[in-house]
């Protein structure tokens, strides 16, 4: 016996060596499942792909992010606690799915009270009291708020009812998703019906709903246009969704993976605000091949404006000294 290996004992130790190590890389790559309730073609499910591939070139791979659209693993409004519970690593919500435990959230969703985009952009931005107090907000609850995605400005949806006026849901049935869109549904004399997005379509289609609102780029993305024929631009709501991470995983993933993921996200919110201006226009255009889509006149605005009041009444008993200060802030805007 003499001490040293033969070839084929040299070959059977490189081969278990290279094994282990395949098995240890491997073992240390991080795999984050993200649900997102939209469709892929949607440009909030666009913005989440171009994360994730900004993600997995900038790790060399080490992280892997699955996207699982369309409601997959969870509807929008199952969203914040199936992240904040860790039954899944990262997902995509509507702000308003916060307002159950947070209602401060819901600022976005008092009607009118933003005056067009610019308003929109500057207060969303990262450092802006409203932006960093309502993060806070979702911190709180265990899920972490990557970045935020502009989904426009929410429309109405009818068949054949063009609604330029509040009596015109008096007594209907409206889908909407979110707490205070429903108190300004009710202000109006309609009845709000809570439903997630991926429940729209049937619902229009079966008329268990007689109007919707939604956000225009999901009319498209969804084919709403095939069960609903006519688009009102009230544009009473700021519709914005947030991207998520549960807060254990991201303390556990460690500093270079957050530096990774946070500067990705700055990018595809950056990236995602600049263009969607022009992006809603684009599609109000293509949808007016398929639809009637109106404009509401000054007496359709200061109609609706009228019957809101009450709302804004509600936002601040339930949201308390948060919701007054970010309503005082939002009030300051230029």
Known sequence: MTGRFSTGAREFVAAVLAFGLSFQSKAEQTVLRLTLQLPITNPIGQNVVAFKERVESRSDGDI???????????RDKEVPQAVASGAVDMGVASLTRFAGTRPAVDLFYLPFLFDGIDNIAEVTAPGHPIRDTLDAQILSTGARSLWWQPFGPAIMLGKDDVLDHPSRIKGRKVRV???????????????????????????????????????????????????????????HAAIEFVVLIN???????????????????VESERELRRSYAALHEETLEWLDDKMTVRELSSEGVEAWRGVAAPVYDKYVERSGDIGRMLLEEACALD
Do not use: H
């Open 177 to 235: 998703f979110g707490k205070t869109l429903g108190e300004f549904v009710r202000a109006a004399g309609g009845a709000p019906v809570l439903l997630s997005g991926s429940e729209q379509f049937l619902a229009y289609q079966r008329g268990t709903v007689d109007f919707g609102m939604t956000g225009v780029t999901v009319v498209k993305s969804r084919k709403l246009y095939d069960v609903m024929n006519t688009l009102t631009k009230t544009n």
């Open 247 to 265: 807060e254990g995983v991201w303390q556990r993933i460690g500093v270079g993976a957050r530096s990774i993921l946070s500067n990705a996200a």
């Open 64 to 74: 892997r992010v699955e996207i699982y659209p369309s409601a997959q693993l969870y």
